[in-house]
């Protein structure tokens, strides 16, 4: 078996404590930590990033729910039965437009841009998302079908 | 005429049975027009990579091949990523959320972040099968311009969409 690189072994390292490594990069990559210095502090640093308790900071949840718009008060007065049965037409839209976000969770204005929090201020966290890992696809799920039309416009000039 | 609560809930549920399959034919025609679109674009960008790598139709069928499969699992791990995100802010949002949950939600993005690495040599590797090293890294070239071209689309609309 030839020894593994520094590189293989710090793409590896998130993947030490489950189950997605096979038996030989396992046993590759635990011997590369045991005679590499730089490699064995990573596998500590991850380790200990996992040990910690993820509490977010004093005082982060406060100022983002600041940044979040005011929530409107329910309004309880009856309005009459015609009132009740657009207010069930519109529960009922309102309620298949969740669960058509929740199938479509990738598409604009789905769960990604809908959620509680401003998707920018978490977006370096999550995956899909990042230039470095971005891959060969195009990400054309992260376009309204208004951008798609100006994007085909474009590679057909 | 006077109107009865009974005669008004009618004409309610009259709106409602009209409503729902309008709005429900209007999102599955701009989920087709979506669908039609992406196929479109991808072709078009093939075409394209087909024509600049200077591959024939059987190059270019393994090229579609690598491209289609990569596209649909990156729309997945958007999915995990989306549904993650949901259930991070929920957990933010509770103040009874405990330590565990945090650590549980964490661990699943450490594992989507190795689900994408995997992913990532994975299209290498199918890559390498379909293409030279020097048509592969200008392949990679042209994926990275046409995904700075998309985020650059993404860009102009939350500047129109102006500060939340």
Do not use: Y
């Not at chain 2, 890294?137 to 700075?148: G, I, T, Y």
Request: glycine share 6%; charged share 30%; with cysteine.
């Amino acid at each position: 078996m030839s020894a593994m690189d520094c590189e293989t072994a710090r793409d590896l390292l998130p993947l030490l404590r489950g189950a997605g490594l096979s038996a030989r990069d396992r046993a590759g990559l635990e011997a590369h930590i045991a005679g590499c210095e730089g490699c064995r502090a990573e596998a500590e640093l991850l380790a200990m990033l996992r040990r910690t308790p993820a509490t977010p900071p004093a005082g982060l949840v406060e100022r983002i729910l600041d940044a979040l718009p005011a929530r409107r008060p329910r309004q309880r007065r009856a309005v009459g039965l015609l009132a009740l049965a657009a207010t069930l037409a519109g529960a009922v839209l309102v309620g298949k437009g969740v669960v058509q976000d929740l199938l479509d969770a990738d598409a604009p204005g789905g769960p990604a841009a809908s959620a509680d929090l401003p998707a920018e201020l978490l977006q370096p966290f999550w995956p899909g998302d990042d230039e470095l890992a971005a891959g060969i696809a195009p990400a054309l799920h992260q376009l309204s079908v208004d951008e798609l039309e100006v994007l085909l416009a474009e590679l057909e000039s | 005429m006077r109107r009865t609560p009974r005669r008004m809930l009618q004409a309610g549920l009259l709106v409602l049975a009209w409503l729902v399959p309008v709005t429900a034919a209007a999102q599955q025609q701009a989920s087709t027009r979506r669908g039609q679109l992406e196929r479109q674009i991808l072709s078009r960008f093939l075409d394209r990579a087909a024509r600049e790598l200077e591959l024939d139709a059987a190059g270019r069928a393994r090229l579609e091949g690598v491209l289609r499969t990569s596209v649909e699992q990156r729309r997945a791990i958007a999915r995990e990523a989306a549904r993650l995100r949901q259930a991070l802010n929920r957990a933010l949002r509770d103040p009874a959320t405990p330590d565990a949950e945090f650590e549980r939600l964490l661990d699943e993005l450490a594992e989507l972040r190795a689900r994408e690495i995997r992913l990532w040599r994975e299209e290498q590797d199918a890559l390498a099968g379909a293409l030279t090293p020097r048509q592969r890294a200008r392949f990679m070239v042209m994926s990275a311009r046409l995904n700075e071209r998309i985020r650059a689309l993404r860009a102009a609309r939350s500047e129109r969409a102006g500060p939340p």
